[in-house]
């Protein structure tokens, strides 16, 4: 992870709750960064819930570490795939993007005003950073004359026999008609990202909404035994 004045800092040199040699602190440390100068962009607000430079890098892992390690471990054998936190909107952009200088592919960039809410939209945007990766390895899709398509994990992708299995059963779920709110209702990837986003957050609500999604992540994604095996 970054450090506030844009060097890349190693575990030792982070706040105290930054010790933690956990996989998902591993992914953040790998790929999640810092807009420069974040907090002067911000809204004052914003400044009053977060009081120094790294406060919203600690909100996000916050957010993520609910996240299981076997998928953090996969996340990180992608070249592609980074967090971005930044005074703009929260959103997924596949593709190619330049942070601090630096020339990445498939960025979930995070709202800084997101995070200070603690609101879903941090990790609804994680969720398509997953999908895409778990589908296609975060690859674009070429030109359309090529005959080809790497799909997302709700397209029908899937990198694994497994992940590809489990990935077909979405678009039915989602014909169902449970989504847990409005977002998730309005397409596949969102119902998708969105009912990760609860899954993290409030498991209870998720179920009680959409039960059927929320088997599916049990089963899946938060299941040790599904990731045995797989190779990608």
């Given at each position: 992870m970054s450090s506030p004045d844009g060097s890349?800092?190693?575990?030792?040199?982070?706040?105290?709750?930054?010790?933690?040699?956990?996989?998902?602190?591993?992914?953040?440390?790998?790929r999640a960064r810092l807009e420069s100068r974040l907090l002067i962009q911000a809204p004052p607000w914003v400044r009053g819930v977060f009081d120094h430079a790294w406060a919203p890098m600690r909100a996000l892992a916050r957010q993520t570490c609910c996240l299981p390690e076997a998928l953090c471990d996969r996340l990180l054998e992608f070249d592609?795939?980074?967090v971005a936190i930044h005074a703009a909107g929260s959103y997924y952009a596949p593709g190619p993007a330049v942070i601090r200088q630096r020339?990445?592919?498939?960025?979930?960039?995070?709202?800084?005003?997101?995070?200070?809410?603690d609101n879903e939209r941090p990790l609804h945007v994680i969720g398509h950073l997953i999908d895409h990766h778990l589908g296609c390895a975060g690859r674009p899709a070429p030109a359309k004359a090529a005959g080809l398509d790497p799909a997302w994990l709700t397209d029908g992708g899937g990198l694994s026999p497994q992940l590809k299995s489990a990935g077909a059963r979405?678009?039915?779920?989602?014909?169902?008609?449970?989504?847990?709110?409005?977002v998730a209702s309005s397409d596949v990837r969102n119902y998708f990202a969105q009912s990760l986003a609860f899954y993290c957050r409030n498991r209870r609500h998720l179920n009680v909404g959409d039960?059927?999604?929320?088997?599916?992540?049990?089963?899946t994604l938060w299941n040790e035994a599904f990731w045995h095996g797989q190779r990608f």
């Open positions: 890349d800092s190693r575990m030792q040199r982070q706040p105290a709750n930054y010790q933690q040699a956990s996989r998902m602190h591993a992914w953040l440390q790998a592609t795939g980074y020339r990445v592919q498939n960025v979930a960039f995070v709202s800084v005003e997101d995070l200070a809410m979405l678009p039915r779920l989602f014909s169902l008609g449970y989504a847990v709110d409005d039960p059927q999604i929320y088997k599916w992540f049990r089963s």
